[in-house]
T-cell receptor, first 113, second 112 residues
């Protein structure tokens, strides 16, 4: 969905490096989410934010942090990357005033060597 | 514990035949149920949802799903499959006020 963009689209980094994944949206939605996708495990929620001042941990937040710089921007950081953080990462948005469906960005493929 | 199950990793169907992708859930309270589709190198796209009302819901690309409360199921269906329907399909449920739980995904392969 072009309304939700993620940068970079692909990234290879080394163990121990800090890396930031960025998400921007033009949908005007108040809620934003970060997921990771691993084969056979589906999508797992890392962090979610219901507005700029409301950030919450998801089911697998260890090793990650986030920043909601504005309603339209939500960044995910890996403070010290490790190989088992190799995955496909998705940002998503939703509108609290409508019907709950989420809108996903195209994903960032992260490889930690 | 709240959960969503997609019992089939892959479903193969011939083009023109009906298709079904299965989903069962376990949540307390009234579930909000969703189907999403993921094409290669793309994010997930919303297909359809059940919030309340008619148990048969219709969505994008000719897909529909039936909510069955007694069987706690929400199977995705399409009367006539197309090769272009080949993709990864995810069932999801919201429990509480906001938490999404996704299934592990089912790969649909439509054979020409």
């Amino acid at each position: 969905d072009a309304d939700v963009t993620q940068t970079p689209r692909n990234r290879i980094t080394k163990t121990g490096k800090r890396i930031m994944l960025e998400c921007s949206q033009t949908k005007g939605h108040d809620r934003m989410y970060w997921y990771r996708q691993d084969p056979g495990l589906g999508l797992r929620l890392i962090y979610y934010s219901f507005d700029v001042k409301d950030i919450n941990k998801g089911e697998i937040s260890d090793g990650y942090s986030v920043s909601r710089q504005a309603q339209a921007k939500f960044s995910l950081s890996l403070e010290s990357a490790i190989p088992n953080q190799t995955a496909l990462y998705f940002c998503a948005t939703s509108d609290s005033s409508s019907s709950y469906e989420q809108y996903f960005g195209p994903g960032t493929r992260l490889t930690v060597t | 514990a709240q959960s969503v199950a997609q019992p089939e990793d892959q479903v193969n169907v011939a083009e023109g035949n009906p298709l079904t992708v299965k989903c069962t859930y376990s949540v307390s309270g009234n579930p909000y149920l969703f189907w999403y589709v993921q094409y290669p190198n793309r994010g997930l796209q919303f297909l359809l949802k059940y919030i309340t009302g008619d148990n048969l819901v219709k969505g994008s690309y000719g897909f529909e799903a039936e909510f069955n409360k007694s069987q706690t199921s929400f199977h995705l269906k399409k009367p006539s499959a197309l090769v272009s329907d080949s993709a990864l399909y995810f069932c999801a449920v919201i429990w509480g006020t906001y938490k999404y739980i996704f299934g592990t995904g089912t790969r649909l392969k439509v054979l020409a």
